[in-house]
């Protein structure tokens, strides 16, 4: 039961985007480059998002002794600067990808699907570590983890291993759960950028990042102090806000004008009434 459900949960989270993507590019008659476009985004973001948290944000956290047992306000401050982190790079690669490489891509449709690749690639790699992860629990299960690594090693695998398998199985499905929420955020954060060129006004980028920020901030925030279903259950809050935004940044369709109506044609004069010389030679002679 356990491997099974763990197991869908990994298949769930690769076949959603795959699935929405297919309804979108049907749906809103575009072509696959732009979903592609959207996964080349996301992966480029990481290429400095990850090295900047590993060489950067964490030096910088351990040297000034911030984090979750830093008390409240360490733990706000680490939310706040691993949002903000997320939040540049990805929403910075957005903005780099819509200005030098989809220069055409400005319709409200169009940001939707590009969005739908970010998140889309975002979530097929996740799930691929998650089926990856399965793999080595179901492996190392039962076997003697002393034979396999290093001593100082085994106390902490043994205690993941055993925290992967006792946690409840309903927990499992979690993964698809938050995909589902991201791919909502995601496709939204793509039009928020999208107004940066559509409407001329930088100012939509710092929305962008703040709610971006916002969002992550909450989720480690409150991973912390709730755990993980509030979690879970506000970040679907939010995505449902976000759903909100983008359907109020979809542009108005605009009626047609109706054609004018065409001029009644002026009456000619009937064709027994005299007229020209007719009429001159009618007159009396005094």
Same mark, same amino acid.
């Given at each position: 039961?356990?491997?099974?459900?763990?197991?869908?949960?990994?298949?769930?989270?690769?076949?959603? +985007?795959?699935?929405?993507?297919?309804?979108?590019?049907?749906?809103?008659?575009?072509?696959?480059?732009?979903?592609g476009a959207g996964g080349l985004t996301f992966v480029a973001s990481q290429v400095v998002h990850l090295p900047f948290n590993r060489w950067v944000l964490q030096p910088f956290l351990m040297r000034f002794g911030l984090g979750p047992e830093s008390g409240p306000a360490g733990?706000?401050?680490?939310?706040?600067?691993?949002?903000?982190?997320?939040?540049?790079?990805?929403?910075?690669?957005?903005?780099?990808?819509?200005?030098?490489?989809?220069?055409?891509?400005?319709?409200?449709?169009?940001?939707?699907?590009?969005?739908?690749?970010?998140?889309?690639v975002e979530a097929i790699l996740l799930g691929l570590l998650a089926l990856v992860g399965l793999m080595q629990a179901v492996a190392y299960r039962g076997v003697d983890l002393g034979?396999?690594?290093?001593?100082?090693?085994?106390?902490?695998?043994?205690?993941?291993?055993?925290?992967?398998?006792?946690?409840?199985?309903?927990?499992?499905?979690?993964?698809?759960?938050?995909?589902?929420?991201?791919?909502?955020v995601q496709i939204t954060l793509a039009v928020l950028v999208l107004q940066v060129f559509v409407r001329r006004q930088p100012g939509w980028m710092a929305i962008a990042i703040g709610w971006h920020a916002l969002i992550d901030g909450v989720a480690v925030v409150a991973a912390?102090?709730?755990?993980?279903?509030?979690?879970?259950?506000?970040?679907?809050?939010?995505?449902?806000?976000?759903?909100?935004?983008?359907?109020?940044?979809?542009?108005?369709?605009?009626?047609?004008?109706?054609? +004018?109506?065409a001029a009644a044609p002026m009456p000619l004069p009937p064709a027994d009434l005299p007229h020209g010389d007719a009429l001159e030679?009618?007159?009396?002679?005094?």
């Amino acid at each position: 039961m356990d491997i099974a459900v763990r197991g869908l949960n990994g298949l769930l989270m690769i076949a959603l +985007p795959l699935a929405l993507g297919i309804f979108l590019v049907r749906r809103l008659h575009l072509p696959w480059a732009i979903f592609g476009a959207g996964g080349l985004t996301f992966v480029a973001s990481q290429v400095v998002h990850l090295p900047f948290n590993r060489w950067v944000l964490q030096p910088f956290l351990m040297r000034f002794g911030l984090g979750p047992e830093s008390g409240p306000a360490g733990l706000v401050a680490v939310a706040l600067l691993l949002g903000l982190s997320a939040g540049v790079c990805e929403e910075g690669a957005r903005y780099l990808a819509y200005r030098y490489g989809l220069r055409r891509a400005r319709e409200w449709s169009q940001g939707v699907l590009f969005g739908a690749g970010h998140g889309g690639v975002e979530a097929i790699l996740l799930g691929l570590l998650a089926l990856v992860g399965l793999m080595q629990a179901v492996a190392y299960r039962g076997v003697d983890l002393g034979t396999l690594l290093p001593p100082g090693q085994v106390a902490a695998a043994q205690a993941q291993l055993a925290a992967y398998w006792e946690s409840p199985w309903y927990y499992a499905l979690l993964g698809a759960l938050e995909r589902a929420s991201a791919l909502c955020v995601q496709i939204t954060l793509a039009v928020l950028v999208l107004q940066v060129f559509v409407r001329r006004q930088p100012g939509w980028m710092a929305i962008a990042i703040g709610w971006h920020a916002l969002i992550d901030g909450v989720a480690v925030v409150a991973a912390q102090v709730w755990g993980v279903l509030a979690t879970e259950g506000l970040i679907a809050i939010l995505a449902l806000v976000s759903l909100c935004m983008l359907y109020a940044l979809r542009p108005t369709p605009i009626a047609p004008v109706p054609a +004018p109506a065409a001029a009644a044609p002026m009456p000619l004069p009937p064709a027994d009434l005299p007229h020209g010389d007719a009429l001159e030679s009618s007159r009396y002679v005094d």
